[in-house]
């Protein structure tokens, strides 16, 4: 671990580590250090586990990749701005034009994310217990005003060019503080691997937003740019900023333009007389498609209309559907509602899809629009959402129709639309109806709104920043080719009203500068999707590795590795392997089918290269001693690639399929420890666990990161009541007194309930008197899964680690002790 050491003298703080003042003032210069664009920086952080003293970055080319530099100093001061050098590459050079920074802001949190429907269910891991504020806002300034011993950081992002030449860049930032400026080093590893511009993806990212029309149904909640700009629609003011969206919908890949087409047609002219007649007029509708292809933003048209039962207050007949159609009140923006089995409804099928389709077919729009019936199709959607959808295939037969789905007549509704959107916790707890679609050629799209929760995959402001990144990995690894969120900018929808907290917005209006404030958790969409292109260019050469690679980090929206560490480093696999690299795998020596890396080291993954037909079963043990061995994958992720993310010295092959295989060659991913884990594979004794969750023996000290208990990876304690504790105590021995300054512990993974208290360490050098180290109670850095405890070297053969744990709530239900290692310093 590194640490910025500061030394004040005459009122000026010099770092030793971090950064290179330039130029001093007369306050105390601020400490720097860096950060991943995966970590939350709050008011009050200190350099993480992940720190660095400078920005490098794995990309590949016209891909967007952030960091953050963090500051913080005894004195006030203002950063009054950051300055780029371009990026020297070998034969080629990045203009410092494609360097940006914003300063990072902070949302007010009264509480932390629920699911909606049950309070004390809250949403997990959180970065942090709320009240509070958080880290996410990208604020549109380019200075900011820090107050004494407050941290805050810049985000800092580097775009490669598509036309950059592939290989590695380097250049500085300068941060120019009234305290001192600050020279921060950038190094840009560029991989020769093109991601294609957003409006040629094969991918799709829809945004609901209420920019352009109504895409609710609460009409009293107003116009959306009227109640936070001041702008009437069409106005010079109102176009301007629509260009400013359309600019941010394209830097963050955002291609598919919602259009709400009541409030589009009715700008237009459209209305209806008292025969029921209706004239459409798409001079408005024309005129913002045509605003957004010619700025090369989207390539699909997304058409709403809204179908529904509403709610029983504005809907006396409940849950009977009601279809939205041109209003009486000519030019009003809100609909009328009627039945969708009524003739009202019925004149209107027969009129409006049919002059649509044939707008579209003649503006050549056809190929790339869609239609919703009615979104989250539930109570009256038997018949209500399929009675309507009937009718549009009856006036448009080739019409592609998608709406997103939660319960269950989800897997009926897939059946019948074109692209199949069922919500993420939909998908998981049975992904096979809508995995039958996609197999038969129907796009899949995931879809998050305030569920999932729990401890799913989702872009809540208290969730981690790689969550909504991770999904992306999800979405390659399942075949989904499209992603739907509501919303994009509901900001008549308040913080303090939202359950799961940043559902409504993932930007925040910017009146002053006429356009939208981005976010962390915009970004971490941006770098997902870049992510799945970036799988997707190497899926069209090798499948088996794209998907594997995937898979080795997500495997499903509630099971995924949190170690931002390790996806950083699959993720450097996916830009070689897409860029044509071979692995750079560890050396090792090969006896059969085991294989001897020299020296510990984290193995990260296993790519194994079979000829002809690999075994149906087979699984990779690893040990650190060749003795004693533990189970750490299997090839049901895949088979050209096993994820590991575990430490060890030995590993091993075991087929356990019948038949003759020809392994042709196997390389190793990871890298070899910089120090010796004293605790790898050493015995232990332990407190008796429970009988449902036992110790194979060797779990504590095996090198295996477990996931969740079903994995049978670490054992546990458990607790009936509330108030009652437990106090199981783990004692390794070494093998021989050595010197040992820090003690790390795996953290439960899945729920912070089953994690202890505290954790006391203590050393002994004939394993009966034993002296207390220290204690530790909080996880750290971004990945928020170890324990960690420093103290001042000692002599010692044996280490005693007790972890103290309450009940303290009902779902406090027990605590498990996964893996144990100890080091030098």
């Known amino acids: 671990?590194?640490?910025?050491?500061?030394?004040?003298?005459?009122?000026?703080?010099?770092?030793?580590?971090?950064?290179?003042?330039?130029?001093?003032?007369?306050?105390?210069?601020?400490?720097?250090?860096?950060?991943?664009?995966?970590?939350?920086?709050?008011?009050?952080?200190?350099?993480?586990?992940?720190?660095?003293?400078?920005?490098?970055?794995?990309?590949?080319?016209?891909?967007?990749?952030?960091?953050?530099?963090?500051?913080?100093?005894?004195?006030?001061?203002?950063?009054?701005?950051?300055?780029?050098?371009?990026?020297?590459?070998?034969?080629?050079?990045?203009?410092?034009?494609?360097?940006?920074?914003?300063?990072?802001?902070?949302?007010?949190?009264?509480?932390?994310?629920?699911?909606?429907?049950?309070?004390?269910?809250?949403?997990?891991?959180?970065?942090?217990?709320?009240?509070?504020?958080?880290?996410?806002?990208?604020?549109?300034?380019?200075?900011?005003?820090?107050?004494?011993?407050?941290?805050?950081?810049?985000?800092?992002?580097?775009?490669?060019?598509?036309?950059?030449?592939?290989?590695?860049?380097?250049?500085?930032?300068?941060?120019?503080?009234?305290?001192?400026?600050?020279?921060?080093?950038?190094?840009?590893?560029?991989?020769?691997?093109?991601?294609?511009?957003?409006?040629?993806?094969?991918?799709?990212?829809?945004?609901?937003?209420?920019?352009?029309?109504?895409?609710?149904?609460?009409?009293?909640?107003?116009?959306?740019?009227?109640?936070?700009?001041?702008?009437?629609?069409?106005?010079?003011?109102?176009?301007?900023?629509?260009?400013?969206?359309?600019?941010?919908?394209?830097?963050?890949?955002?291609?598919?333009?919602?259009?709400?087409?009541?409030?589009?047609?009715?700008?237009?002219?459209?209305?209806?007389?008292?025969?029921?007649?209706?004239?459409?007029?798409?001079?408005?509708?024309?005129?913002?498609?045509?605003?957004?292809?010619?700025?090369?933003?989207?390539?699909?048209?997304?058409?709403?209309?809204?179908?529904?039962?509403?709610?029983?207050?504005?809907?006396?007949?409940?849950?009977?559907?009601?279809?939205?159609?041109?209003?009486?009140?000519?030019?009003?923006?809100?609909?009328?509602?009627?039945?969708?089995?009524?003739?009202?409804a019925d004149n209107w099928y027969k009129q409006f899809y049919p002059a649509l389709r044939q707008h579209l077919a003649d503006k050549g729009w056809a190929g790339m629009f869609w239609m919703h019936v009615g979104d989250e199709p539930g109570a009256g959607g038997d018949p209500g959402w399929f009675g309507i959808a009937k009718k549009l295939r009856q006036y448009w037969p080739d019409v592609k129709i998608g709406d997103a789905v939660v319960n269950d007549l989800a897997p009926r509704v897939a059946q019948v639309e074109d692209i199949v959107i069922p919500n993420l916790f939909t998908y998981t707890i049975n992904p096979k109806p809508f995995d039958d679609q996609r197999k038969a050629g129907k796009p899949l799209w995931f879809y998050n709104c305030n569920v999932p929760a729990g401890n799913h995959l989702n872009r809540f402001i208290d969730q981690p920043e790689w969550s909504q990144r991770q999904t992306m990995w999800l979405a390659y690894g399942k075949g989904a080719t499209g992603y739907l969120h509501w919303a994009y900018g509901n900001w008549q929808y308040k913080m303090s009203d939202q359950t799961v907290k940043g559902d409504g917005y993932i930007v925040r209006p910017d009146k002053e500068h006429n356009t939208v404030e981005a976010s962390p958790r915009y970004e971490s969409l941006r770098d997902g999707m870049e992510d799945w292109e970036v799988l997707n260019h190497l899926g069209k050469t090798n499948p088996g590795l794209a998907h594997d690679l995937a898979n080795a980090v997500v495997q499903a929206s509630d099971k995924y590795s949190p170690d931002v560490s390790y996806m950083q480093r699959i993720r450097v696999l996916a830009l070689d392997a897409a860029a044509g690299l071979p692995l750079k795998g560890l050396r090792y020596t090969r006896n059969g089918l085991q294989f001897d890396l020299g020296r510990q080291a984290q193995v990260d993954g296993v790519q194994l290269h079979w000829g002809g037909t690999p075994p149906s079963k087979y699984r990779v043990l690893i040990s650190y001693d060749g003795v004693k061995w533990a189970d750490a994958a299997d090839n049901s992720g895949g088979d050209a690639f096993l994820g590991l993310n575990a430490k060890a010295r030995y590993l091993k092959l075991v087929v356990d399929s019948a038949g003759t295989y020809d392994l042709q060659g196997v390389e190793v991913a990871g890298q070899y420890l910089g120090q010796q884990n004293l605790a790898g594979g050493k015995t232990y004794e332990r407190t008796a666990p429970s009988a449902r969750f036992p110790d194979a023996g060797n779990e504590a000290t095996d090198g295996v990161l477990g996931d969740n208990w079903g994995d049978g990876k670490q054992f546990g304690y458990e607790l009936a009541s509330i108030g009652d504790s437990v106090q199981p105590i783990v004692t390794i021995d070494l093998g021989s007194a050595q010197s040992v300054g820090k003690v790390r512990v795996h953290a439960y993974e899945e729920y912070p309930d089953y994690r202890p208290d505290q954790i006391t360490v203590a050393t002994s050098e004939d394993g009966v008197n034993f002296t207390d180290r220290g204690q530790v109670s909080s996880v750290n850095g971004a990945s928020r899964i170890w324990y960690d405890l420093d103290f001042a070297p000692a002599k010692a053969r044996w280490l005693r680690l007790t972890f103290d744990k309450t009940m303290h709530d009902k779902y406090q239900t027990g605590v498990f002790i996964d893996e144990i290692e100890a080091y030098r310093n």
Do not use: C
């Open 1 to 344: 671990m590194r640490w910025t050491r500061v030394v004040v003298a005459s009122g000026l703080m010099v770092t030793t580590a971090g950064s290179v003042p330039l130029a001093h003032a007369a306050g105390a210069t601020p400490g720097m250090w860096t950060e991943t664009s995966y970590n939350s920086v709050f008011k009050d952080s200190g350099r993480s586990p992940e720190a660095g003293n400078d920005i490098r970055l794995d990309t590949a080319k016209n891909d967007y990749e952030a960091a953050q530099i963090v500051l913080r100093g005894p004195s006030a001061f203002t950063v009054r701005g950051v300055d780029f050098t371009a990026l020297q590459g070998v034969a080629d050079a990045i203009p410092k034009t494609e360097l940006s920074y914003n300063p990072v802001g902070y949302e007010y949190l009264d509480r932390n994310s629920y699911n909606g429907w049950e309070p004390d269910n809250f949403v997990v891991p959180t970065i942090r217990t709320a009240p509070g504020d958080f880290p996410d806002r990208l604020l549109n300034r380019t200075s900011i005003d820090v107050p004494a011993d407050q941290t805050q950081s810049i985000w800092v992002r580097v775009h490669v060019p598509a036309t950059a030449k592939g290989g590695v860049y380097t250049g500085h930032a300068i941060v120019r503080t009234t305290n001192g400026n600050l020279n921060v080093p950038i190094r840009v590893n560029a991989r020769n691997v093109v991601i294609p511009p957003a409006n040629r993806s094969e991918f799709t990212n829809v945004m609901w937003t209420n920019f352009l029309g109504l895409t609710s149904w609460d009409p009293g909640a107003g116009d959306t740019v009227k109640l936070f700009y001041g702008h009437d629609r069409y106005s010079p003011q109102w176009w301007q900023l629509i260009d400013n969206w359309a600019d941010t919908m394209k830097r963050y890949r955002q291609n598919d333009l919602q259009l709400p087409l009541i409030n589009l047609l009715t700008d237009g002219g459209s209305k209806v007389d008292a025969a029921g007649n209706y004239t459409f007029d798409f001079a408005r509708f024309d005129q913002v498609v045509q605003r957004f292809l010619d700025k090369g933003v989207v390539n699909r048209l997304e058409g709403f209309t809204g179908a529904g039962p509403q709610n029983p207050d504005r809907n006396p007949q409940f849950p009977r559907y009601l279809q939205e159609v041109t209003p009486k009140q000519t030019g009003s923006q809100i609909p009328d509602f009627a039945y969708w089995d009524s003739p009202e």
